[in-house]
């Protein structure tokens, strides 16, 4: 049986609160550090760190918030995360926080790392990846990209999962294919992955996304809507990433 507890910690001038997840056993284990979409930790992620401790590795879902999620407060929301999102040296310092944390985790094998990440959070655990973390796997879920330079992921390893909506007009298949042309002609190894019919934050089912009050946690800006068939080949598809890299981390 998998054990989970929250972890505060402080970076940003804030205290956050993430969730632990790990399985049975003193390990060394494999582990994933996740980072929430713009809208705040909540049980979709916390979910997702919980399913991956099943399978045998040590989940750090992070928190950027604070322990605030912005369910119907989009202007908050954006006045949040836009700032962050100009700014990789904060990024890079609150992804290298919540890093921290996970190392410190007894167990966790430092030499096997991953990365998950939506929307901001998958722009934060690219700023990492391209710190030179060694990250051996990295999945981000429609993230906000940086700007493809060639040069700035010389050097960088592991493999790349990039996935988005033919419909995300803010993180479009375009820009992941661009950045994708950067990262070959860096030596890195990458994917991309385009659903058809979806749209931004296409895994965020408001009948599951705790903490709405208005039952519809998606749809904060146009363009933004959940897709439920887009939603579960991208989480097999992190996981046969995952499976692909870590064979020897999974639970059978």
């Known amino acids: 049986m998998i054990v989970t507890r929250e972890i505060t910690y402080e970076v940003d001038g804030l205290t956050m ?10 390990g060394p284990s494999p582990a994933v550090l996740i980072g929430h979409d713009g809208i705040g930790l909540e049980d979709y992620q916390r979910g997702r760190a919980d399913i991956l401790a099943e399978h045998g590795y040590i989940t750090l879902a992070m928190d950027y918030h604070a322990g605030r999620t912005y369910f119907g407060d989009p202007q908050a929301m ?19 926080a919540a890093l921290d944390v996970l190392l410190d985790v007894p167990g966790v094998d430092h030499d096997q790392l991953a990365a998950l990440g939506y929307g ?76 058809g019919g979806a749209e931004h934050a296409f895994w965020a089912d408001p009948n599951q996304v705790v903490g709405s009050s208005t039952g519809d ?3 904060t800006v146009p363009g933004v809507g959940h897709h439920a068939l887009a939603s579960t080949r991208a989480w097999q598809a992190v996981l046969d990433l995952l499976d692909e890299v870590f064979a020897a981390g999974r639970v059978v």
């Open 17 to 26: 609160i993430a969730h632990l997840a790990r399985p049975p056993g003193t």
């Open 78 to 96: 954006l006045a949040r995360v836009m700032p962050l999102l100009a700014d990789p040296p904060r990024m890079h310092a609150i992804g290298r």
């Open 120 to 195: 901001a959070g998958g722009s934060i655990m690219l700023e990492l990846a391209r710190a030179k973390v060694p990250f051996k796997a990295l999945a981000a879920i429609h993230p906000g990209v940086p700007t493809a330079r060639t040069e700035d992921w010389a050097g960088v390893g592991g493999a790349f999962l990039l996935c988005t909506g033919s419909e995300d007009p803010l993180c479009t298949p375009a820009q992941l294919i661009e950045f994708g042309g950067a990262l070959q002609n860096a030596g890195v190894d990458w994917r991309v992955n385009i659903y």
């Open 217 to 219: 946690s998606a749809a």
